[in-house]
Each structure stands twice: as C-alpha cells, then as structure tokens.
DNA sequence: AATTAATCGAGACGGTACGTCGTGTCTTAAA
DNA sequence: TTTAAGACACGACGTACCGTCTCGATTAATT
C-alpha cells in the first residue's frame, strides 16, 4: 500500500505527512477510534514512532489533524431568513458528524479534555468556525432583521453549544428546525 | 488511611464501597483524570483488582460514582425573572465545575464518548438534570411571563448546550449574565 | 510449542519461568547473544514483557540464570597430579565454553561491565566455582605435593585467571597442557 | 565548548576528528560507557553522525580510538628481579584501570565480545602490549635467573590473566606482591 | 576561472528494543 | 462466598539509538 520512504534530507518528507495521515485515516474508518493508536498508525504507514511523534506529540494532536484535512470548507448557504441559516447549519453539521470522516470529532472534543497541545489546536479550530458561524448573522443584520443589542458572537456560540450538545450525547438526529426556531426567536425584530 | 478489611462473609461489603470512592476520589483531587485508574484505585482503597471490577465494570462507571456521590442537590433559586434564574443556574454550574469536586465532570463527558456503559450512565443523569433544570421554565410559567409556543425542553437544552460548551472549551470564567439575556429574551413575552 | 499460562494465583508460577528460560535458551542457540532480548524472548515464550521483569530484571540476570541452569556439575577427576588435575580443569572449561550452551558465558563476563546486579550475580557464581577449583589443590595437598607456603586461592585465580583470558579472546583452542605445566611447576614442590 | 567546524575540502579534516575523540572522551568520564553513543558524540562534537561513521563504523572502533589515544607508552621499570617486575607491572596496570583514563577498558574488552572489528583491534592491541611484557622475561633471561624450559609467552600470557581476571571482577585492589609471588615461583631457578 | 568531487553540519527517515504502565482475568489463602 | 493480594498475557506507551539517507555549504584539486 505504501511504497519505502526514506529521508529526504534535514527537513520533513511530505509523503510521509501524507502516508500517516492516510493510515489514521484509514484505521480510523476500518477500527474506530480506540484502533487509531500511535503504534498502529506508524506500523500501517510504514514510518518509524519516532517520526509519529516528531511532528504530532500526541495523539489528539494527530486525531486533529486527520480531521482538519477533512474540512471541505463547509459553506453556509444563504436560506433567505436567519432562521433557515441556522437550521441548515445545525442539519449540515449534524450531517458532517454523522458520516465517517466526521464521526472523529467527539473524539477529538473528548480527548482535548486531558491534552492541553490538543486543546489550545481544538480551540483554534473552533474559533475560525465560530468565526464562520458569524457570516450568517452579518447577512442577517445587512438584511436588517436583526435585534441590534444580540452580539453576534454570544449567538453563534449558543449555535455552536446546541450543536455540541447533541453530538456528545449522540442525538444527531435531533429536529434541526425546532431547535433554530427556539434559538433564533430572540434574536430577529419581531415582525 | 485506610484499615484492613477482610470479607465479611458471602456478601458485599459497604466498606469497601465506601473506601473505593474515596480512594478515587482522593487521587482524582491529587493527580487527576488520568492518575484515576483501576490499579491505582485498588491499591489505594486497599482493595483487589477483581472486587472494583466485579462492581464498577468500567473506569466510566467508577468516575461517575464519584461525580453522582457529590451532587449536592443543586437547587435553582427563584430569582422572580426567567434571565434571573437561568443566570443563577449557569452562574451555578460554572461554579461547580470550577472547584475540584466538579471538574471531574468534563472527564466524564470524555470517557463517554469511547464507553457506552458510561455514556448511558451519563445521559441518565443527564436527563435527570434537564428535568430539574425545567423547572424554572415552569416558574415561569406560572408567571405568565413565558412564551407558550416554545417547548421547555428546548429551551433547557439550550442552556444546557451553552454550560457543556464552557465546561468543555475551558471558559467557565465566562459572563454568564450576557448569555443568559442572549438566550432568554426570545423565550419571554415581550413586554 | 507453549501454551497457554495465567496466573496462578498471587505467587510466582514456575511453569512460566522454566517457559521463558527455555526460549532464552532456544533463541540463544538459533540467533546467537544479540538475538537475546527481552522483547524476543517474552514473545517466544508467550509471556508477558512484565512478567520477565519482575523475575529478572535486567538481560544480564536473565543470561545469568540460562547459564547456571546448564551448570552439569563440572567435577574435577582425579589424575593423580596437580599438573593432571589444572590441565584436564581447562579442558573442561575450554570444551564447555567451546559448546553452544557455554558460548553464552563471555557475554555474561561482558554485560557484567555495566550491570552491577550481574555483576554480584556472576561474582557469587565465580567465588562458587573458585571454591570448587580448590579442591584439586586440597588433594595435591593430601598427596604431599604441594608446597605449603603457596595460597590455594592464589593458584585457583591463576588458574582461573587463565581460563578466561582464553575464553575473551576467543582462543579456545589453547594447549592446556603447556598452559597447566607453566603454572604448577613452581607449586609443587621439587620431586 | 568545539567552535563551527566546515569541510575543508575533499580530504578529512584532523580537527573534526579530534573533536570527535575529544567528546567522547569527556562523556565518558561524565556518564560512562553507556553514554558514549554514537548519537551522543556526534552532537556533542557538533559533527554529523554520517561524518563520525565514516571514520569509525562501529561503536567499539571509536572506543578503541579513545583508548589508544590514552595509551601513555607504560615502561616497565627493571627492578632488579623477575618478581619484582612482575609486582611492579600489576601495580601499575592496577593503578591505570583505576584511573578515570583506564576505567574504559574492561568496557572494550566486554564490547568486543559482540563486535568482530573491535575484537580484532583489541587483539592487535593486546599482542603489542604482550610482546612488551615479555621485556621483563628477556631482562630475567639475561640475568640468567630463568628457568630455560618455561616459554616466554606463555608466562606473560599468565600475568596477563591475572590482571585481566581482577580487572573484569573489580578487584583492582589486589594484593599484587602476592599475585606476582604466586606465579613467579616456578618460573625461576631455584636458589 | 570554472568545474568536479569529497567533506562537512544537520537532522529526518524506517526500524528495533527498551522499560513502564494499565487492562481485565485468574488463582490462592484467609475470613 | 467474598475478600486482599498480586501474578499473568497482552498491548500501547513514549524514548533512545541505530545506521542510512539527502540536503545545502564549503573548499581543494582538476580541468
């Protein structure tokens, strides 16, 4: 599956970033989490631990970086009401999590618990999505049907703590557009 | 710190029990999460592998024995206003998880993510606590101040998403008046 | 070629050591001293990499009970001469150390450089045999032989000291003979 | 603590070995034997690991390089008797392996047990040194004071073997009169 | 003067073995 | 029958060196 890679110099072999990566990835899909050890990630991808754990100290750290590689810059579509965006992203979220390459979030959520490097990654992330999240509300108030004194970032988070919520209670299939009503009524004037 | 204890015959003995949790508890308070293990527990507790194991089948089972052996009936004071009380409750909440008996609780959401004995464990409780947490919206609603087309569960769940959403990111610190206003103001009739 | 062992309660089980004893011994044969390693034998014999540490807990105690293991008792024949005696004590050493199960021995002289344990291990071993040694002085000393104002553990070391100059540089093939009449002509006394 | 070091064309540059040397000299006398890795070395003469492999393809061969480096042509001092010159040789063979200098060798000697190429230049070295103590038996020879039917290398080869013998077991505190007393008693005519 | 070739440092690479730790199962002997 | 104790097989951990490699630089000898 992996052809030998060797050295390429004094400086990092992206075929090898790129073979582990596929190895986590790949374990990940065929055993889960709790398979996608360090051990067998180096042994899949044919790269020595030591190399593992040069460029992703831990675990977490590699967890994260196999799902970054995932993220196909998921878009927010313009629905027409604030309302409809929230649902959409809360569906294409819990959609996204759903799916296998999407299933390592709550793991990653999990494992930055106990793993500062991993958290201090996690949060990154989290804040360009927070970041994200707060397109739709700018397109809401360029709408004009947004309440002025909401800030936009405590709204997003109540987006974003919904949508946690459900995945690590592992209600992904909860009602989208029920909880974007309830959410969401606050925020726009009242018509 | 402990004394000897031997069998007391053909049947559980409370002592041990009781020596269990607080060994775990102990260590959770000195080394954290990850010092908490079966081993560590057994030999602190003075106690064999095979008896923790004979009723804490998981390490997630033993953690939440000592989270549930803490819960302190937290009750929600009536603050006379719906954003009166869902700021009391986070307010609450963040303490709690910010002094040591509590900040157990995040571990707990981790390892449920990889332990469905847990997970199960955690969303019993869970459960618990959003029918305690409803009870405001009752309050509320005997006020006559509260919305009536917006299902109290939602609306629990919602201040249960932004309080996970804290606890997991590290933000207990966090102004839980502007959430709570953030959250409320659509969930209330206007004025 | 082994099966299956567990624990036999909480004392040592014997039929794991004489397991791992046997594969050290069968891989030192196949592979030589460098295919001796810890790693290596615990898989061989299916036990544990724990379980060989807490019995020895370094290579070289284990090299150490693999060699005493094959310690057939080496007795010194009487020749009838001290000459006879020391040439016939070399042989012995010069054709079991020739052996596979003897080769291990130069290396057990050489990992006790730097493991103190082996050291004590392999000089509590070395004091046993230098006592055994003895004996073919003692005998020469019934005859009458012997001169009276030379220190039998002065001669046992030479003899010793010999032998193992021989065996650290591989010169196993020695002339005993010559070897033995160039240290015992000045301990006996003049016919 | 070694300045920046460059090529210096297409030919070995002295002073890189000399840095090499001199590092794992001092790391020697810092952490012993078993800190002088060819890793350690390397970085600690700022060289490249290829550069030290280059010249010394083996651990032991770089042992064996520091050693000799060391080797402060030891001239055995004519005492006036055989005994005496045989004392005299132990004491100070002794007293170098005491020495921080000399505490490397039982250390190749145990290498070499493993290493062909190290095993080889230590005979070489070995057959030097021994053919130096055969002096002391040419200078016997001459007084006239030796027995004509013991061979030269064989005595030598015995003193040897005491000196290596209290060497590898770390009795270097040997009483060295006695040891020479016991070996040469026979070697010399009988007064 | 330009080119070639060997050397240098640095350090990444695939590996192997290390020694430790925790898991969950097992047996014993005592209560 | 339950207990404390702890040995057991297993497997992952994270580290240390191994010996090989490729790089870009430096410099001497050759063209």
Redo the contacts with the bound molecule.
């Keep these: 599956m992996t052809e030998?890679?060797?050295?390429?110099?004094?400086?990092?072999?992206p075929e090898?970033?790129a073979?582990v990566l596929d190895a986590a990835t790949e374990i990940l899909a065929e055993k889960g989490i709790s398979g996608v050890?360090?051990?067998?990630v180096a042994k899949r991808a044919?790269?020595?631990?030591?190399?593992l754990?040069?460029?992703w100290p831990?675990?977490g750290a590699l967890l994260m970086a196999v799902y970054r590689r995932r993220k196909q810059e998921i878009c927010h579509p313009d629905t027409g009401t604030l309302e409809g965006d929230v649902k959409a992203v809360l569906e294409s979220l819990f959609d996204h999590w759903s799916r296998p390459e999407g299933r390592v979030f709550r793991h990653i959520i999990a494992a930055s618990q106990s793993d500062d490097d991993l958290r201090e990654a996690l949060e990154d992330y989290r804040l360009e999505r927070l970041a994200h999240l707060g397109e739709i509300f700018e397109r809401a108030a360029q709408r004009g049907t947004l309440s002025d004194d909401v800030p936009a970032q405590e709204m997003a988070r109540a987006v974003m703590g919904m949508a946690w919520l459900h995945l690590l209670v592992g209600r992904l299939d909860a009602d989208a557009a029920g909880i974007a009503r309830t959410l969401v009524r606050g925020w726009v004037r009242p018509s």
Tied chains: 1, 2, 3, 4.
């Design positions: 030998k890679r060797a050295s390429i110099g004094a400086r990092r072999n090898t970033e073979a050890t360090m051990e067998a044919r790269a020595g631990k030591a190399t754990y040069r460029w831990t675990r």
